[in-house]
Each structure stands twice: as C-alpha cells, then as structure tokens.
C-alpha cells in the first residue's frame, strides 16, 4: 500500500510515467527459440504454458500503442536462487523473464540450471498520458501469485514444466494454481517444430508457495 | 495567447474537480435512490491517528460488474467512511486520502489488483462493515514512496460504528433509519 504527497507533484499537470512508459523495460536473456541453433551448450529449452482462468476480457488491459507487446501476456520472473520475491525483487531480475503469451506454448531458451519462478504478472495498464495532480495512479500490474520449483538433470536439453493455470476471483487475486500436464501433446508438437534429433523430458513446476 | 488561455481554464478545472473530490462529505449515488431496495450500506473505520493527514475523501473500487466509472464515492466522518448506494457487486476500498497545513495533500492507495482486507462480495442488499482499521506507517529508503499498512483493531465496533451512523443527517426520513435498527437488534441480540 502506498502513499503519494501530491503537493511535491507541483500545479497543473505531470506526466503520468512508469516504467514502462518510460522504455525502461530491459531486454531479457531467456529468448524464445525457434530451431535448435539457437540453443547454445549450457542452454535447455524450456517447453511450458501460461493460461488465466477466466481470460483476459479484450478491453480489460489498457495499453497504448507502444505496450501492444504486453497485450496476452504474462511476464515470469525466474532466478536459480529461492528469494522472497516482493522483498528483493530488482529491475534487473526482469532480465530473467520468460515472456509467456496467455495460454501458448511456449518456447524458450534457459541456462541447464534447477530454477525458481519467483513471480509472475500481467501488464494491465501502460499507457503515457497527461494528468492531473490529484488523479488516482493506477498501477500496472496485476499479479498471478505462486513460487515455483523446476528439476533439470544433467544432460536435459529440452524439459517440459506444464501448463500452469492461474484461477483468478473478481478482484484479480489467485485463487488457485494448477500446473497441468499435457506431456503427451507437448511432445508431439515438440517433434513437429523441432524433430526428433533431441528429447523433451517431463519435469513439471513445483508449487512450492505464495 | 488562446493556449494559454485553455491551459488556464483547463488547470481550473483540474482544480474545481480536485476540490469535489477532495471535500468528500457527501456520499454518491450515482442516480441511485436512498431508498431503493437494493441499496447496501457499506463502512468501515480507519484510525488516523498516526497518519500524516486526516482523512476528507475515500472511493470504493467496484471490480464487478464492471461499470463505467469504476469507483463510488464514500462520506467521511471521524474515521468512518460508509456509502448508502451501493448495488450488488464485488468492491473493495481503493484508496483515500486528506490534507493537512504542514503535510499537505497525501493520497493513500491499496493495490488495484488483488484482493485487500476490505474486500465484499454483495449477492444480497444488507449491510455490511468491511471492518476497523489503524493506520501505521511503514518504514521505507529515503527516495522510496511512502508505504503504510492497514492494521485490524478491534474497536470501535461494528455496533459502535452503526450507533453513530444511525444519528448522522443524511439516514433521517430514509429506509436506511429502519434497516439501522434492525441491524444493530440483530448485534445486540
């Protein structure tokens, strides 16, 4: 919960800024991949899915034209350490992102690593706009809650973590988490887009906590 | 000379819109009748005590059905902050704020997404306390914004709160005298 002292916020207008809006957004290291040659030794390809239940009704973000990018998506923090995420969470960890889109396999590339998605959230309003000192900031982000656990064995190449499935009530909270496994379709579409030179493993995220 | 001559105008008003905002007495319906049947009353109490302002304004953030203005109006009065309108619905308060001489102007704001402890889910008309609440700051770095946390008490109670309500202006000659009543039988019993 935050508190805002409008009077350093001057007379007239400011300029309504975030992060996002003002191109801060680093680019992040974990890629998606689209042939095996962008997966460099050291490297997994790591096969999942986000999905949100209910769906994200189409006017429910509201994005200006530079964040059409964030629309149906959802941003995954992951780091090989256990943090406590809201304590110690930095903008440099969102170099360590997977960018999901809702409910599409996903296809990326992540260091050989056992790793933790720490958080995980949904852009929901980024746009630059002029208003007035004592307009409401909306903030931006409306999170999908839970920790996460990922197995990697020595010698994985390419792991599948599942669908993870957020239940969301009226007010955004999480309501449920299930992490779903759908391996048997995972992988043949897994053979389809990459062949059959290397194995998807099934290795389904953890839940571990809030 | 005309630019500037809107930018005037336009920051006035800013300023008069800010103004409604921030007086906070009186309580919207948004074309709502006091007395339509399927209004609820809905409050709740927040100490500021140790706050750096009082508390003049608060708004109810209506998360469902979606509407088109997405927050209703709450009156204050001593910490007590309650709206008369409200329709069936999923709410919750959003944020609140007030002024003072040495402090200025603060706006205090819950998440916007997420549930917080004043969450309500209304299916049928009634009333309902979405609970008692102190203030507290929360120690932040020097260049963080300012962060606090609502801490539950106990007192006043939900009782207590609706004896005051039931005396303030607006409840004479509406349904809102009855159905008061009627309540606090019900806690008393």
């Known amino acids: ?210 | 000379m005309k630019n500037r001559s809107n930018n005037i105008y336009w920051v006035t008003l800013m300023a008069l819109f800010s103004a409604t905002l921030l007086s906070g007495c009186a309580s919207m319906g948004d074309g709502r009748s006091v007395d339509d049947p399927t209004n609820s009353l809905v409050f709740a109490y927040i100490d500021m005590d140790d706050a750096p302002t009082d508390m003049s304004y608060a708004k109810l953030q209506q998360v469902a059905p979606k509407s088109e203005a997405g927050y209703w109006g709450m009156g204050t009065d001593e910490g007590i902050i309650v709206n008369q309108y409200i329709p069936p619905g999923s709410f919750q308060i959003a944020h609140f704020g007030g002024n003072s001489f040495l402090m200025g102007e603060h706006q205090y704001s819950f998440p916007t997404y997420g549930r917080n402890a004043t969450a309500v889910t209304i299916e049928q008309p009634g009333i309902y306390f979405l609970g008692a609440y102190k203030y507290q700051d929360v120690d932040t770095g020097f260049f963080e914004a300012g962060k606090f946390s609502m801490e539950p008490i106990t007192s006043p109670t939900e009782q207590a709160l609706l004896k005051t309500i039931v005396t303030m202006d607006w409840v004479k000659g509406t349904q809102w005298e009855a159905r008061i009543r009627k309540r606090l039988m019900e806690l008393s019993q």
Request: proline share 7%; with cysteine.
């Open chain 1, 1 to 210: 919960m935050t508190r805002i002292c409008s009077r350093y916020a001057g007379l007239g207008i400011v300029l309504a800024c975030s992060l996002l809006a003002m191109g801060c957004v680093p680019s992040s290291s974990i890629k998606p991949v689209e042939n095996l040659t962008q997966v460099g030794t050291g490297s997994v390809i790591v096969v999942g899915k986000i999905e949100l239940e209910p769906g994200l009704a189409p006017d429910e973000q509201v994005l200006g034209s530079n964040f059409e990018e964030f629309r149906d998506l959802a941003l995954v923090i992951t780091d090989t350490e256990l943090r406590t995420p809201n304590e110690t969470m930095s903008l440099g960890d969102l170099t360590r992102r997977i960018n999901a889109p809702m409910g599409q396999t996903f296809y990326v590339g992540h260091e050989a690593q056992p790793f933790y998605i720490l958080k995980s959230w949904v852009v929901m309003n980024a746009e630059i706009k002029v208003v007035s000192p004592s307009a409401t900031p909306v903030p931006g982000n409306a999170p999908l809650s839970g920790i996460f656990k990922v197995e990697m064995t020595p010698g994985d190449r390419a792991i599948y973590i599942g669908t993870i499935r957020y239940h969301r009530d009226p007010f955004f909270s999480t309501e449920k988490v299930e992490v779903i496994d759908d391996f048997a379709q995972a992988t043949i579409d897994f053979k389809q887009k990459f062949g059959t030179q290397i194995a998807l493993r099934k290795s389904l995220a953890q839940p571990i906590g809030q």
